[in-house]
Nanobody, 123 residues
Framework: VQLQAYGGGLVQAGGSLRLSCVAS????????VGWFRQAPGKEREFVAS????????NYADSVKGRFAISRDNAKNTLYLQMSSLKLEDTAVYYC?????????????????WGQGTQVTVSS
């Protein structure tokens, strides 16, 4: 599967952004998908995951209540609505498709990755 993420940009603290990720190739709707992020000098970290049917979601504690993950299987598209953005949310955000149907935080279960989109939060 190929993934194309977009929607990143520069936003002031407290603002909002919506990331999108379009998938092509392997059947997207059978698998859980997720978002990860990587800040300069840091390891890639889990942000959010959603199950194959969109019923279950899971979030990192650092974004819970501020970010919302969703998917539209008919459009092969994954979304991440980010609100109340903080300086520490600055990172490259990656979408990924897992090899399982249920939500997972395990980076090792994600087999396909998008190219990343930069999110920069300014004060």
């Amino acid at each position: 599967v190929q993934l194309q993420a977009y929607g990143g940009g520069l936003v002031q603290a407290g603002g909002s952004l919506r990331l999108s990720c379009v998938a092509s190739g392997r059947t997207f709707s059978n698998y859980a998908v997720g978002w990860f992020r990587q800040a300069p000098g840091k390891e890639r970290e889990f942000v959010a995951s959603i199950s194959w049917n969109g019923v279950s979601t899971n979030y990192a504690d650092s974004v819970k209540g501020r970010f919302a993950i969703s998917r539209d299987n008919a459009k092969n598209t994954l979304y991440l609505q980010m609100s109340s953005l903080k300086l520490e949310d600055t990172a490259v955000y990656y979408c990924a498709v897992s090899s399982v149907a249920v939500v997972t935080r395990s980076i090792n279960l994600y087999s396909a990755w998008g190219q990343g989109t930069q999110v920069t939060v300014s004060s």
